[in-house]
């Protein structure tokens, strides 16, 4: 599983948008991008996946440059709501099961 | 739709007492199933996953055992526990018959050993 590397904490204010980028040089060809979201005392929660280009849901966007070695996790205007820590877990889509790596993450605080 | 559930949601027990963590999913079957610990302030660690009944893998040898008795039950044991033991536990699971889009977790287990 490639390793990721993303800043230990950020700091932004509400109405603000927060880009958290996230490096995984040692991608593999068959990985996926995904970031999970995971507030105080509750499990993580998925927010998006994405393999190539950009990717856009209701909650973030993913972009993901053509070498695919990084990755962009954007935020449209933040809100107090949003402080949490988020992961970015690189790994393969797949039958036989889904085991992920969740480094330490990124710390969001959301100032109002 | 498919739920994850976890008990307790905080423990507290003294050195070399047993511990049982139960996880049961409803509303899938024959899921891949997950258990990680995450110390206070850290990223979360996988200890154990299931691809089916009986089949335990374990990433990190510890005190900890795991076990799957029926298709949508996973329970997490020790027979004695360590002081760091304590920790954040979390069970989770993913599709076992699709391509893995992402892994959905339950609320977790604060285990505090004193």
């Known amino acids: 599983l490639a390793k990721t590397t993303q800043p230990i904490s950020m700091d932004s204010y509400e109405g603000q948008e927060v880009n958290i980028t996230c490096s995984h040089n040692n991608i593999a060809t068959n990985d996926y991008i995904t970031w999970y979201q995971q507030f105080p005392s509750q499990g993580p929660r998925f927010i998006i996946q994405g393999y190539k280009t950009k990717v856009t849901n209701e909650v973030a966007s993913l972009f993901i440059p053509a070498d695919r070695k990084s990755s962009t996790l954007s935020l449209p205007r933040v809100s107090l709501s949003d402080t949490a820590v988020y992961y970015c877990l690189v790994g393969r889509r797949n039958t036989g099961g889904f085991k992920t790596i969740f480094g330490a993450g990124t710390r969001l605080f959301v100032k109002a | 739709s498919q739920t994850i559930h976890q008990w307790p949601a905080t423990l507290v027990q003294p050195v070399g007492s047993p511990l049982s963590l139960e996880c049961t999913v409803e509303?899938?079957?024959?899921?891949?199933l997950y258990w990680y610990r995450q110390a206070a302030g850290r990223g979360l660690q996988l200890l154990f996953y299931s691809v089916g009944i009986g089949q335990i893998s374990s990433e990190v040898p510890q005190n900890l055992s795991a076990s799957r008795p029926q298709d949508r039950q996973f329970i997490l044991s020790s027979k004695k526990l360590l002081l760091s033991d304590s920790g954040f536990y979390l069970c989770?699971?993913?599709?076992?018959?699709?391509?893995?889009?992402?892994?959905?977790f339950g609320q977790g287990t604060r285990l505090t050993v004193v």
């Open positions: 509303g899938t079957s024959n899921p891949n």
């Open positions: 989770a699971w993913s599709s076992g018959r699709l391509p893995n889009t992402e892994a959905f």
